[in-house]
């Protein structure tokens, strides 16, 4: 195994940070979960999913640290998320629309990474939701509707990974992430000057957000059903530099191997809806059980989540777990192969090397 093979290995399957969080993991399970068992109960499954993906997105950007910065950060995601939500909704049934959408919401959240890594996770979660709810038909629930349950999901998601964090010393929240105080108060500044100063964040913003905005105008034309999966794909792998995108493809593919595997042989073995409920609690309550230790356990536990959200709803058996890995395979291979052709132009970081706004995990 050459050096550069080995790098690539070590840093996609690292340890960010040992043992698991019970606490966390409980939390984020009530709220991904809870919202989904209630919508499947009173047969309402548009709100049920709207719900999870609400308390799903606004708890995973809630960062361990001082009560402020949960707050802080929490509701922002919360907030930026559902408006992010609302415009995809709104535009959903056009696909020159949503491409214009996306390609300026992308942008200006991948210049969140200018702010920090809660920044960069923040700016993460709010262009996937974007994809995501983009690709959802919102029927029978109106713009209004979506918009409200994924908020009150939100705000219960926040409160839960506030309390279940508030154990956590603030020294383990990376030593560079700025105070949000600091955030406050220099964001809009520091956003703007972002793409005055920062050729590399400036190149790599425009990148994703082109990429994403093109591939979601060829799947909407094209007519897929979940053909949201590719810009999604290309969404968490794409990065600024190659080393970095090359160790989020690597994470991507081995995570969406291992959660399609497991979401295959339990629509093959059963169509209970109730059971998928269950087997969609535990998976969130592993992924935020694990989710310090590193991202590839995000990845393995986030496509299983989001896979039965979506079966528990809508059952398509073994299928829909097939088209899943199709779909984010041809996500990964695009992504690496515009980053590779785009590379030899555009202004990026040396190899390996890691600017202060990407601690490894914002993405």
Same mark, same amino acid.
């Given at each position: 195994?050459?050096? &550069?093979?080995?790098?690539?290995?070590?840093?996609?399957?690292?340890?960010?940070?040992?043992?698991?969080? *019970?606490?966390?993991?409980?939390?984020?399970?009530?709220?991904?979960?809870?919202?989904?068992?209630?919508?499947?109960?009173?047969?309402?499954?548009? /709100?049920?999913?709207?719900?999870?993906?609400?308390?799903?997105? &606004?708890?995973?950007?809630? *960062?361990?640290?001082?009560?402020?910065?949960?707050?802080?950060?929490?509701?922002?995601?919360?907030?930026?998320?559902?408006?992010?939500?609302?415009? &995809?909704?709104?535009?959903?049934?056009?696909?020159?629309?949503?491409?214009?959408?996306?390609?300026? !919401?992308?942008?200006?959240?991948?210049?969140?990474?200018?702010?920090?890594?809660?920044?960069?996770?923040?700016?993460?979660?709010?262009?996937?939701?974007?994809?995501?709810?983009?690709? /959802?038909?919102?029927?029978?629930?109106?713009?209004?509707?979506?918009?409200?349950?994924?908020?009150?999901?939100?705000?219960?998601?926040?409160?839960?990974?506030?309390?279940?964090?508030?154990?956590?010393?603030?020294?383990?929240?990376? &030593?560079?992430? *700025?105070?949000?105080?600091?955030?406050?108060?220099?964001?809009?500044?520091?956003?703007?000057?972002?793409?005055?100063?920062?050729?590399?964040?400036?190149?790599?913003?425009?990148?994703?957000?082109? $990429? $994403?905005?093109?591939?979601?105008?060829?799947?909407?034309?094209?007519?897929?059903?979940? #053909?949201?999966?590719?810009?999604?794909? !290309?969404?968490?792998?794409? =990065?600024?530099?190659?080393?970095?995108?090359?160790?989020?493809?690597?994470?991507?593919?081995?995570?969406?191997?291992?959660?399609? /595997?497991?979401?295959?042989?339990?629509?093959?073995?059963?169509?209970?809806?109730?059971?998928?409920?269950?087997? =969609?609690?535990?998976?969130?309550?592993?992924?935020?059980?694990?989710?310090?230790? #590193?991202?590839?356990?995000?990845?393995?536990?986030?496509?299983?989540?989001?896979?039965?959200?979506?079966?528990? $709803?809508?059952?398509?058996?073994?299928? /829909?777990?097939?088209?899943?890995?199709?779909?984010?395979?041809?996500? !990964?291979?695009?992504?690496?192969?515009?980053?590779?052709?785009?590379?030899?132009?555009? *202004?990026?970081?040396?190899?390996?090397?890691?600017?202060?706004?990407?601690?490894?995990?914002?993405?």
């Amino acid at each position: 195994m050459s050096e &550069a093979t080995g790098t690539l290995w070590s840093d996609a399957f690292r340890v960010e940070r040992a043992g698991i969080d *019970p606490l966390a993991g409980l939390a984020g399970a009530i709220a991904t979960c809870g919202p989904l068992a209630l919508g499947v109960a009173f047969n309402e499954p548009a /709100i049920g999913v709207a719900g999870c993906f609400g308390g799903l997105n &606004a708890a995973l950007g809630v *960062p361990r640290g001082p009560l402020r910065e949960r707050l802080g950060w929490g509701i922002a995601a919360a907030l930026l998320c559902t408006l992010s939500v609302t415009i &995809a909704t709104a535009v959903q049934d056009s696909a020159v629309a949503s491409a214009v959408a996306v390609l300026v !919401i992308v942008a200006l959240a991948t210049a969140l990474r200018s702010l920090g890594p809660d920044g960069g996770l923040t700016g993460f979660v709010i262009g996937a939701i974007f994809t995501i709810t983009n690709g /959802i038909p919102a029927a029978p629930l109106s713009i209004g509707e979506r918009s409200m349950w994924f908020l009150a999901a939100s705000a219960v998601g926040v409160a839960l990974m506030v309390l279940a964090y508030s154990g956590d010393h603030p020294l383990n929240r990376s &030593a560079t992430a *700025p105070a949000l105080s600091d955030v406050l108060r220099t964001g809009a500044g520091k956003l703007r000057d972002t793409f005055a100063h920062d050729a590399v964040l400036r190149a790599h913003a425009l990148r994703l957000a082109t $990429v $994403v905005a093109v591939t979601t105008l060829g799947y909407k034309l094209l007519d897929l059903e979940h #053909g949201y999966w590719i810009p999604l794909t !290309i969404l968490a792998v794409l =990065q600024p530099d190659e080393h970095a995108s090359r160790v989020r493809a690597l994470q991507r593919a081995a995570g969406t191997l291992v959660g399609t /595997i497991g979401i295959a042989l339990l629509t093959i073995s059963t169509g209970s809806q109730w059971l998928m409920v269950a087997a =969609q609690g535990l998976c969130a309550f592993g992924l935020f059980a694990l989710f310090a230790r #590193g991202y590839f356990w995000l990845v393995v536990l986030l496509t299983p989540t989001a896979l039965l959200t979506i079966s528990a $709803v809508d059952y398509q058996g073994a299928d /829909i777990a097939l088209e899943r890995a199709l779909t984010s395979g041809a996500g !990964i291979l695009i992504g690496l192969a515009i980053g590779e052709l785009v590379w030899r132009v555009a *202004p990026q970081l040396p190899s390996g090397a890691r600017p202060w706004h990407d601690d490894g995990r914002s993405t």
